[in-house]
T-cell receptor, first 114, second 115 residues
Framework: GAGVSQSPSNKVTEKGKDVELRCDPI?????LYWYRQRLGQGLEFLIY????????KSGLPSDRFSAERTGESVSTLTIQRTQQEDSAVYLC????????????FGQGTRLTVV | GDSVTQMEGPVTLSEEAFLTINCTYT??????LFWYVQYPGEGLQLLLK?????DKGSNKGFEATYRKETTSFHLEKGSVQVSDSAVYFC??????????????FGQGTTLQVKP
């Protein structure tokens, strides 16, 4: 596709349920990032993929959060047993190789936990 | 750890006014610095960047100079337009040991330009 695509654009889920958020990066981009943006706050880094491996998972807030990437393409961020504090916009970005190359962002998934 | 601090918003200006959005950073290494913009209903877009001290990034009439001595990267525009209304994010990417290209963001500054 022409840009980074994320789905769903909006997700409302009940507390305690698991959710999966999907990111389709720009074709050929080996670096992929997930960020979280809580209301009124800046973006928090969650995890970085280079290819299919994740050398930096330092931003994942708890063991309820996990992510994977397959085929050096699609990535899925999974949140288990969602809590109300997980409500945020989850943004995905991709770039050609990471450092010093422009990151292109998707429009995000707005997650609301009720 | 590394961090970015932006001036609080919202900032409200009249069309053709001069804009400054302050941004300062803390980093252990020698970061690259970025301004990203998020227009209403759209995703984040790179506005400009600077990769070393004294570099000036510029785009669409916006400018920012990498000032190592003051650890700042303030965004400026001489004459804003209504179409510049958006949320602006300052960010850094450290060239340190992690070398991942991950971005550390400020909290964002909302700019509203009135006709």
């Amino acid at each position: 596709g022409a840009g980074v695509s994320q789905s769903p654009s909006n997700k409302v889920t009940e507390k305690g349920k698991d959710v999966e958020l999907r990111c389709d990066p720009i074709s050929g981009h080996t670096a992929l990032y997930w960020y979280r943006q809580r209301l009124g706050q800046g973006l928090e880094f969650l995890i970085y993929f280079q290819g299919n491996s994740a050398p930096d998972k330092s931003g994942l807030p708890s063991d309820r959060f996990s992510a994977e990437r397959t085929g050096e393409s699609v990535s899925t961020l999974t949140i288990q047993r969602t809590q109300q504090e997980d409500s945020a916009v989850y943004l995905c970005a991709s770039s050609l190789r990471g450092l010093n190359t422009e990151a292109f962002f998707g429009q995000g998934t707005r997650l609301t936990v009720v | 750890g590394d961090s970015v601090t932006q001036m609080e918003g919202p900032v409200t200006l009249s069309e053709e006014a001069f804009l400054t959005i302050n941004c300062t950073y803390t980093a252990t290494g020698y970061p690259s610095l970025f301004w990203y913009v998020q227009y209403p209903g759209e995703g984040l877009q790179l506005l400009l960047k600077a990769t070393k001290a004294d570099d000036k990034g510029s785009n669409k009439g916006f400018e920012a100079t990498y000032r190592k001595e003051t650890t700042s990267f303030h965004l400026e525009k001489g004459s804003v337009q209504v179409s510049d209304s958006a949320v602006y994010f300052c960010a850094l990417s450290d060239h340190g040991s992690s070398n991942t290209g991950k971005l550390i963001f400020g909290q964002g500054t909302t700019l509203q330009v009135k006709p």
